[in-house]
């Protein structure tokens, strides 16, 4: 069985950073593309960031670009999400998903294309 298990949330100020984690258990992760996404209240959920787990290829929002980084460890089988510079706007739940790339060593935006999902960890950013 699939488990993305996210942590790292909290409450910070403005300005201030914040690291997430995905572990990942019950996939092989060479054909996998790992994604974060947030849902900000009210709002519907949109794409924050996603790495190819063999490539090492990374995409990201442009709210979050020079802001945000990707990473991963292949043996710790983790995701990372550094969010440096934090901002109101990014107030939300965090989700990271994993979705099959057999063949393709570019990471996906599209939700649609995500099969797994965390629960979502929480991050306040207050002004």
């Known amino acids: 069985q699939v488990e993305l298990l996210e942590s790292g949330g909290g409450l910070v100020q403005a300005g201030d950073s914040l690291r997430l984690y995905c572990a990942v258990s019950?996939?092989?992760?060479?054909?996998?593309?790992m994604g974060w996404f947030r849902q900000a209240p009210g709002k519907e959920r949109e794409f924050v960031a996603a790495?190819?787990?063999?490539?090492?290829?990374?995409v990201y929002a442009d709210s979050v670009k020079g802001r945000f980084t990707i990473s991963k460890d292949n043996v710790k089988n983790t995701m990372y999400l550094q969010m440096n510079s934090l901002k109101p706007e990014d107030t939300g739940v965090y989700y990271c998903?994993?979705?099959?790339?057999?063949?393709?060593?570019?990471?996906?935006?599209?939700?649609?294309?995500?099969?797994?999902w965390g629960q979502g960890t929480q991050v306040t950013v207050s002004s």
């Open positions: 998903a994993s979705a099959v790339r057999s063949g393709v060593f570019l990471p996906t935006s599209k939700q649609d294309e995500y099969d797994y």
């Open positions: 019950g996939r092989t992760l060479r054909d996998v593309c």
């Open positions: 790495i190819s787990w063999s490539s090492g290829i990374t």
